[in-house]
């Protein structure tokens, strides 16, 4: 190649502007977004499947965030050097809304280095308002879920499974944005000792989650409660309720809780019958299990 070709080269952009799916697999050396990749050149992707990369740190570097504001599925697996989902680092706050935007669903499997989806102080924040389903399992590492400062207002499905390294899920905050989750599953957390963490609310502090219908608490040998905080919980539409291998549960929560709807709870293999409240109730199939200990 003479020297006009090799510059001629260097300066090709490369653009797919009707893309809308794109599977990156099976990758050993390469970068995802090389650093000179146009940032506008995915302007209509709308879901995005990384799998088996070995040497990425970050899946979606600030410098895409913002031309990937079409995406609305996000799947990552697989990626035994991933320590980060999203980098905010170096944005600014013009056209914040715009970012991430239309992200309705993420998955992330099998990623054994993640600690973070993103970090905790990063300003601006992301916008998840549009998020639908977040379903994260089997990464090891993750230390910290979301940052207290997210919004969750149209989350209907949370699955977080095996993701050993976490004490608790999420901070009130959060939880009072989950207007809409209608099936919470959590399970094999060998660490998590309760959902929702203590930050020392008062008994007067109500969490209401409208719209859930289903939980599962499974395999959580350390869960002592669902929030050992004095917040008051409200879940006027939950029907299933399905407790299983959590040893040292006692009680649900040491405050107020109510569920109108709810006439039953599955502990272990068996259906355990509705004793007054959810409270009792789970301190009576405790000390059915384990004695009056």
């Not at 099998?110 to 990063?122: A, F, H, I």
């Not at 379903?135 to 400062?149: A, G, H, T």
């Not at 207007?179 to 060998?190: D, F, P």
């Amino acid at each position: 190649m003479n020297s006009f070709s090799s510059k001629l080269h260097e300066i090709v952009v490369v653009a797919f502007p009707n893309l809308e799916q794109l599977k990156l697999a099976r990758n050993r050396d390469t970068e995802i977004w090389p650093g000179q990749f146009p940032v506008d050149s995915f302007p209509r992707l709308r879901v995005l499947h990384v799998y088996d990369y070995r040497d990425i740190l970050i899946v979606i570097p600030s410098f895409m965030l913002q031309g990937l504001h079409n995406l609305e599925v996000l799947a990552v697996g697989r990626c035994s050097s991933v320590e980060e989902v999203f980098q905010l680092e170096g944005l600014d706050e013009e056209n914040q809304a715009k970012r991430l935007g239309q992200l309705r669903e993420i998955k992330l499997l099998d990623l054994p280095g993640l600690t973070r989806l993103w970090k905790e102080n990063s300003k601006p924040g992301l916008d998840l308002q549009s998020l639908e389903s977040l379903v994260v399992q089997n990464c090891v590492s993750l230390i910290n879920f979301v940052p207290s400062s997210v919004s969750f207002q149209n989350l209907a499905t949370l699955d977080v499974q095996s993701c050993g390294s976490l004490r608790s899920l999420i901070s009130p905050s959060v939880a009072k944005s989950l207007v809409k989750l209608k099936t919470l599953k959590i399970g094999g957390s060998n660490m998590m000792e309760e959902v929702v963490a203590n930050e020392g609310g008062e008994a007067t502090n109500e969490i209401t989650l409208y719209k859930l219908q289903h939980m599962e608490l499974l395999y959580l040998p350390n869960l002592t409660s669902f929030s050992s905080g004095g917040y008051i919980f409200s879940f006027p539409s939950l029907e299933q309720m399905l407790v299983k291998e959590c040893p040292k549960m006692k009680m649900f929560s040491p405050s107020l809780v109510t569920t109108p709807r709810l006439e039953r709870i599955t502990v272990g293999n068996d259906d355990w019958p509705w004793q007054d409240d959810l409270n009792t109730t789970i301190h009576n199939s405790f000390i059915n299990a384990h004695g009056m200990y």
